[in-house]
């Protein structure tokens, strides 16, 4: 008897489904053979799978770019077009749920010089609030347009933002719910972001630091 042996194609669908779910860690070798070999995403298991599933593809769209495989790139933007809009859920349910909070001034240092906000814009964190919600209507806005022309440039920016943001809301939700509406709003300002420009490991070991050190 003869064996059917998946195609190409079809084994290349079936290896992405399978690192999605959480049975193997993506590899740039997955997505293509003649991939440069990378290193697979380790120490995201105890993550939250919304963050989880959300830097996965994201490396798996960097690595794409990075070796020169722009229609790759472009496959994954649906689908992290639409974690980047759960995680923004997560943001704006984070921020209602903080209003009454309280944090110690030593959290809220901290997790102000996580999201790059100077101290003297701290004590404006609880009056801005609906300015945020406006703001993460206009980043729903933004995917909408990315997921249909996509500019990979913009998703760097938009996604290394909602991660980090996601992340320390998840680890210190009473500071960062406090803290999260000024990084909207710098966000929406353009100001600069110093992150943005990392290479995707150094953003990793980062966002690692982050869940393993911050807790409320």
Known sequence: ?????????????????????????????????????????????????????????????????????????????????????????????????????????????????????PSDEQATGRSTRRAAARTLKQLRGQLKDLETAPDHGRLTRLTTFTIRLALVLDRSPAAGGVLAPIALDRYANAIPDAQRDWPFDRKLTSWQDIHRTLDD
């Open 1 to 117: 008897m003869s064996s059917i042996v998946p195609g190409p194609r079809k084994k290349l669908e079936e290896e992405i489904t399978a690192a999605r779910a959480g049975a193997k860690p993506l590899n740039a070798s997955d997505l293509n053979p003649s991939a440069p070999q990378h290193e697979d995403l380790t120490g995201l298991d105890d993550w939250p799978d919304s963050l989880r599933t959300t830097v996965e593809t994201e490396y798996a769209r960097v690595e794409a770019l990075a070796t020169n495989r722009r229609k790759t790139a472009d496959r994954t933007v649906p689908d992290l077009v639409r974690q980047l809009g759960a995680l923004l859920d997560q943001i704006g349910d984070a921020i209602q749920a903080a209003r009454k909070s309280d944090p110690p001034e030593a959290s809220l240092a901290t997790v102000a010089e996580l999201l790059g906000i």
